[in-house]
């Protein structure tokens, strides 16, 4: 009788093996793949990769105020909208570098003095002072410079970004 149960027995424990086999290359090839899915983002050309991040920054930090969907008319605005905000900064001839450093002057500490927008702070009060982190300012600066977020082309870029 013996011979006939231990066939059964040996049958299952090479199942068992077979199972475990598969189960060990499937995890391994998982490994195998996922670092190369994080490798995708670094792949991200620069430009992209600050694009995302500015955009993220800004929906964190400004759009609160500088609310770039022109739903719910002005009364719904706590400040003008950035692209308004560009147009008093972005005129002929001025440089990367000064656009960058006019905003981050009055981000860091805003003034009546510095302002160029006198009849924003008439219709919404001057911007309360806010901390956001220098470099971040810079990356939003730069964004803004390289965008006019008054654009068709931009505002299908905000509603893919809002989309995720
Ligand atoms: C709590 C509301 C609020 C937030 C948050 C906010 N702002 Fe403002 N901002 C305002 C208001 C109100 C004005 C218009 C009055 C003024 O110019 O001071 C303004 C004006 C500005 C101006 C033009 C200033 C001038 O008068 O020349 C700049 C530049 C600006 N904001 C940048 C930013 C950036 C960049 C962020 C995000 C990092 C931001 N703001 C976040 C309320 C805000």
């Not at 920054?57 to 022109?70: K, T």
């Not at 706590?78 to 570098?97: A, N, Q």
């Amino acid at each position: 009788m013996k011979p006939q149960f231990n066939f059964p027995a040996t049958f299952r424990l090479v199942l068992i093996t077979l199972g475990l086999i598969v189960l060990v290359s499937v995890q391994a090839k998982d490994a195998l793949q996922s670092p190369s899915k994080e490798g995708a983002n670094i792949l991200l050309p620069i430009e992209q990769e600050h694009d995302i991040k500015a955009l993220k920054l800004m929906a964190q930090q400004c759009f609160s105020c500088h609310n770039p969907d022109m739903t719910g008319g002005p009364q719904s605005r706590l400040g003008p909208p950035m692209f308004m905000v560009r147009r008093h900064y972005y005129h002929e001839g001025v440089s990367k570098d000064e656009f960058i450093a006019g905003i981050v002057s009055f981000v860091k500490n805003p003034s009546e003095e510095k302002s160029r927008m006198k009849g924003a702070i008439k219709n919404f009060g001057l911007m309360p002072g806010i901390y956001v982190d220098e470099d971040d300012i810079k990356l939003i600066a730069a964004y803004i410079y390289d965008n006019d977020l008054s654009s068709e082309e931009w505002k299908k870029k905000w509603e893919a970004f809002k989309k995720g």
